[in-house]
T-cell receptor, first 115, second 112 residues
């Protein structure tokens, strides 16, 4: 069964460093998302991406965050200068959007630890 | 915010019992979905109910939707230890575009 692949599974970084989280969505999906989940808390929407541009973003997704689809298969989330509070599990998701309902397929997540 | 809010936050039951989780939301929606998350893993879609539907079944899952009360429930019948997970409802608002907004989740523990 097709799956969304995320790398790395766990990254530890120092505060102020740049981090890039990578995702390979399902190949025929058109809509891509990043969510994050601080340990034990709710799943928070960050950004959605369609047709090579951001279609929606939350207030969490400030200037420190950016997304890119550099090569038609990868979908990346970059955090320019990490803060302690960026420590969380980051989930990539994708959907075809064909059914008119956004049933998302999630990756297993990338755990980011900022020290 | 039109995010869903589940209750209870945590639920502990014995195998074979039924588990009921509730979700409330604030604004008009296109559809409501339930997802499951095993500890430390990604979310997995369970079931979707559209705003013009009142009840839907999938295996041991039964979902209801009451748009007048802006609420939904997820019933898992004859629970198993393998059902132990967190369960989240997710909504997409009519006006808000494509983003699914998740609630805080209900953590279900099923003991054998």
């Amino acid at each position: 069964e097709p799956e969304v692949t995320q790398t790395p599974s766990h990254q530890v970084t120092q505060m102020g460093q740049e981090v890039i989280l990578r995702c390979v969505p399902i190949s025929n999906h058109l809509y891509f998302y990043w969510y994050r989940q601080i340990l034990g808390q709710k799943v928070e929407f960050l950004v959605s991406f369609y047709n090579n541009e951001i279609s929606e973003k939350s207030e969490i997704f400030d200037d420190q965050f950016s997304v890119e689809r550099p090569d038609g298969s990868n979908f990346t989330l970059k955090i320019r200068s990490t803060k302690l509070e960026d420590s969380a599990m980051y989930f990539c998701a994708s959907t075809s959007g064909i059914s008119g309902a956004n049933v998302l397929t999630f990756g297993a997540g990338s755990r980011l630890t900022v020290l | 915010s039109q995010q869903g809010e589940e209750d209870p936050q945590a639920l502990s039951i014995q195998e074979g019992e039924n588990a009921t989780m509730n979700c409330s939301y604030k604004t008009s929606i296109n559809n409501l979905q339930w997802y499951r998350q095993n500890s430390g893993r990604g979310l997995v879609h369970l079931i979707l109910i559209r705003s013009n539907e009142r009840e839907k079944h999938s295996g041991r899952l039964r979902v209801t939707l009451d748009t007048s009360k802006k609420s939904s429930s997820l019933l898992i019948t004859a629970s198993r230890a393998a059902d132990t997970a967190s369960y989240f409802c997710a909504t997409d608002a009519v006006q808000a575009g494509t983003a699914l907004i998740f609630g805080k989740g209900t953590t279900l523990s099923v003991s054998s």
